[in-house]
């Protein structure tokens, strides 16, 4: 027996006490050059100093208000009595309390982002005619509406709005992309004039009032019927853009089922922030007790009035999202269609792969936010990080520290076609677990983890995800939280993923999104 | 089938009474709504009823007090005693009102659902009453918090009755204006809870009593350990499978809070349900209307009513006879009555 072993035989506490921790939390220990875990025991505990990343002292005492009381050192007493009395280490009333213990109304969240992004001064006008003057007299006409300036940001619809541009750029078309300048959570309803962003092909040009596009850009279309696709109205005032395309004689156009914000203020249909809601009628108590309940009647309406006023075709990247939309979109559109943003394609079928033995590597994939379900992987690490089964990743720009989880860093980039899909196959993850509380209308990300080997483990809710685990044979659907946990204590989840690990790779085959259905039209 | 429905409240609950209304009016649009106030306006205060979802007002010195006089009857109450005190001659006069069915509801509760199936349970039934608990509790701590406090206070929850206008209906009517003109006190040590712990005696002294079973109604932080709370795709609202009709959000504020993060635990629809009651709250609030306020807590001179000040008058008649007008300030007063017996301390 080692002397270090016999320490911790000896002393349970100091066992479980973590040094690099402690030091790395409180510099003024680190500083003084004292035996750290001495410092805990005389002065740390008292001053509400944390012994570990895993034992919190407030949390604690706030669950166990008689340890508070007795005044006695709180982490020995858990670890020597405390833990087998079955003391719990916090309240724990889930993610979603939290969510709602700290939940603000929408409007004051559009306050506050309107105050803290306040609308930029207009561009002088004469820019905008310049680069208008420079496109000269173009045959062809593309108008795109989306949350943002696409070329300034990465994220799966900006990557669509790119090659979008690309290709309807190659059919010799000219391309207008109008976005908010400031951005919005909710389509613009209280100002009238929101400022709008331009690009002209691909390139910035200023931002206008939407009078000065209806002034400007009505006679540069005259001749032309422009073709249109909507990919976001967030942030845009519904009754200025139908202006701008009116005053661009545009009549029919295509309407992405990106999200669902042409149906509820809360475009990923998050009840509260906190449970898929599944769009129930507007005047559903459900939507009565939500904080995006009355606005959700304000998107309903500008959205409706829009349908109405042009023949939308509505292009949705799944089955999943269409039926949703459909079943939750107050009027017909002129046509709708499943477009998948991308296919996979097999890249290697050499029946290599396998089980290659060690623990299951489980890995979460991009940003580590709640509708993301970040904290249902986070009480997955929390439950099993011990279990010598199962090793824990996350794969994202984003690390949580508080998630014993190994980060990798994997961020879009130009050029690299699907980065996330290379750092699943080269971590050898057998398990992505993408547990989207809200349906997800595509999830590049679970096709990303298939085409780098691994097998995904979602759920009902997903949208996307689900039907396209069923449909693929890639993984399984838990029914809920309680499932996914009991799978990975029986093991369940061991055989699944192992079989045929990494046998077939895939890469992606991308679609050219609204240019696919104009390629002919547009001779 | 016509019916009254009312709350009984001071202008500090006024932002409560609004979000009640205000749901009453969107699930039943053709009921009557009454607002039944023991209060006068604070100043720059005034009710405009084209603005309020409220139909009428009944102040306390509208009702028929079996014959005393406002100002005395009422001193003898706090504000909660005051403000229970009223529901029973507001009942009993709105059982000649030409309504068929008159409802209760506490300012604080809100409605979810129509409350519909009310009315078809009185046409079996003449009283309707929810009890605080359905279920026995499980754990000792719910027993004393739940269990105990039901013994104490009364069985059943009287943020809510509802009665046919004849009958039965007007019988209990009755009787309970005649309990709660005379002894509608806080004093549990001597078996008086307000209102409420009369109604103990319901089901024993009047027929066609119809104890409501439904977890739907009047869900609360006292029941909510037993009730659980689901939000399903259609968008409905269930307890316990039922769809939830009304709740009662009592205590709002830390107690409120504390009292359902220990109850609700993990159910977070609960949470989802206060969330969006506070949201109205704010909607509904008037900043003009000071934190407590209440008309009738103060004397003339401004100066607080003492509770023992109360309590003295409700006991003795000859200082009732003596004072008409107990909250009258200056000489005669009883306020300067007090101040000569030592019970009240000279304005500094």
């Known amino acids: 027996m080692t002397a270090e072993a016999q320490t911790e035989a000896i002393d349970p506490v100091r066992a479980e006490f973590d040094v690099e921790y402690y030091l790395a939390t409180y510099a003024d220990v680190a500083a003084a050059g004292v035996d750290p875990f001495e410092h805990f025991m005389t002065f740390g505990w008292r001053e509400g100093r944390n012994p570990s990343k895993r034992f919190i002292m407030a949390p604690y005492l706030e669950a166990n208000p008689d340890i508070a009381a007795a005044g006695v050192n709180p982490f020995a007493h858990y670890i020597v009595t405390g833990r087998g009395e079955g003391r719990s280490l916090k309240i724990d009333l889930g993610f979603r309390y939290e969510i709602l213990k700290v939940a603000s109304s929408l409007d004051e969240r559009v306050r506050a982002l309107r105050e803290s992004i306040p609308d930029p001064e207009p561009t002088d006008v004469e820019k905008l005619v310049s680069a208008l003057r420079q496109v000269g007299a173009p045959t062809r006409l593309h108008v795109t509406i989306s949350h943002d300036d696409f070329t300034a940001n990465l994220g799966g619809v900006q990557l669509c709005l790119t090659r979008e541009s690309e290709a309807m750029r190659a059919l010799g078309a000219t391309h207008i992309h109008l976005y908010p300048a400031a951005p919005g959570l909710v389509i613009e309803f209280e100002r009238l004039n929101p400022m709008v962003g331009v690009l002209i092909n691909g390139e910035r040009v200023g931002v206008f009032s939407p009078e000065t596009l209806v002034e400007r850009l009505g006679p540069f279309a005259t001749g032309m019927t422009p073709t249109f696709a909507v990919h976001s109205f967030l942030g845009h005032g519904i009754v200025a853009m139908t202006a701008v395309l009116r005053a661009m004689d545009a009549k029919e156009g295509f309407f992405w089922i990106h999200d669902f914000a042409s149906v509820c203020a ?21 939507c009565s007790v939500c904080l995006y309940g009355r606005r959700r009647r304000i998107h309903l309406a500008e959205h409706a009035r829009f349908f109405q006023t042009f023949a939308m075709t509505v292009l949705a990247p799944s089955q999943a999202a269409l039926d949703l939309w459909l079943s939750s979109f107050p009027v017909r559109p002129a046509d709708a269609k499943v477009h998948p943003h991308a296919k996979l394609r097999k890249r290697k079928t050499d029946g290599e792969g396998g089980d290659v033995g060690g623990p299951l590597k489980v890995a ?5 936010a709640p509708h993301k379900g970040w904290p249902v992987f986070e009480r997955l690490v929390e439950r099993f990080v011990d279990d010598p089964r199962y090793e824990f990743h996350h794969f994202g720009k984003i690390q949580d520290p508080t998630v014993e989880a190994k980060f990798t860093a994997v961020e879009p980039a130009p050029g690299v076609a699907e980065p996330m899909a290379a750092a699943v196959e080269a971590a050898g993850i057998d398990v992505a677990l993408i547990w989207s509380l809200c349906p ?9 983890a298939v085409a780098g080997g691994a097998k995904v483990v979602t759920n009902p809710d997903a949208g996307n995800v689900p039907r396209f685990v069923a449909e693929t044979r890639n993984g399984l659907i838990a029914e809920d939280e309680h499932a996914l946990m009991a799978l990975f204590a029986r093991g369940d989840v061991l055989s699944l993923a192992r079989r045929d690990h990494g046998r077939t790779l895939y890469s992606l085959s991308y679609s050219k999104m609204s240019a696919d259905f104009m390629a002919e039209g547009l001779s | 089938m016509k019916v009254l429905c009312f709350s009984s409240f001071t202008f500090s609950y006024l932002d409560r009474a609004r979000v009640l209304f205000h749901t009453l009016r969107q699930h039943h649009p053709d009921w009557e709504l009454v607002a039944l106030i023991t209060d006068r306006p604070p100043p720059g205060v005034e009710l405009d009823l084209g603005a309020e979802a409220f139909d009428r007002v009944v102040w306390v010195e509208d009702l028929d007090l079996g014959g005393q006089a406002w ?5 003898k109450h706090d504000v909660v005693e005051a403000c229970t005190a009223v529901k029973g001659p507001f009942l009993h006069m709105a059982c000649s009102s030409g309504a068929d069915v008159a409802i209760y509801l506490d300012p604080d509760t809100a409605l979810l659902n129509p409350l519909s199936p009310l009315l078809d349970e009185l046409r079996d039934n003449e009283i309707l009453l929810t009890p605080h608990l359905l279920q026995p509790e499980e754990t000792l701590s719910a ?6 406090s039901a013994l104490r206070t009364g069985i059943y929850n009287l943020g809510f009755v509802a009665i046919r206008t004849q009958g039965e209906g007007a019988r209990f009517a009755k009787w309970w204006n005649d309990r709660l003109l005379t002894l509608c006190y806080d004093d549990i040590p001597n078996g008086l809870f307000v209102d409420q712990r009369w109604c103990d005696h319901v089901p024993a002294f009047f027929e066609k009593v119809k104890v409501l079973r439904d977890p739907g109604y009047n869900v609360a932080s006292w029941n909510i350990s037993r009730r ?3 939000i399903d795709k259609s968008g409905q609202i269930t307890v316990n499978g039922h769809l939830l009709r009304f709740w009662h959000f009592t205590k709002l504020g830390p107690v409120g809070d504390a009292m359902t993060k220990r109850y609700a635990g993990t159910n977070h629809e609960v949470h989802e349900i206060w969330n969006w009651y506070k949201r109205l709250i704010t909607r509904f609030t008037d900043a003009r209307i000071p934190g407590r306020y209440w008309a009738y807590g103060t ?21 009732r006879d003596a004072f008409p007008d107990p909250f009258a300030a200056g000489p005669d007063s009883y306020q300067a009555w007090l101040l000569g017996a030592g019970l009240f301390e000279p304005a500094t």
Do not use: Q
Not at chain 1, 364 to 368: D, H
Not at chain 2, 71 to 75: A, E, I, Q, V
């Open chain 2, 143 to 148: 027993v004393l918090d739940n269990e105990v």
């Open chain 2, 228 to 230: 659980r709370v689901a």
């Open chain 2, 71 to 75: 100002k005395s009857w009422l001193f």
């Open chain 1, 266 to 286: 809360n475009y990923a249909l998050m009840r509260n922030d906190v449970a898929f809601c599944g769009a129930p009628p507007p005047d559903s108590p459900a």
């Open chain 1, 364 to 368: 979460f994939l991009g940003m580590p």
């Open chain 1, 440 to 448: 997800e209308t595509f999830c590049f990300t679970a096709y990303e």
């Open chain 2, 299 to 319: 004397y003339a001179d401004g100066r607080a009513i003492a509770k023992a000040h109360r309590e003295l008058y409700r006991a003795r008649g000859d200082l």
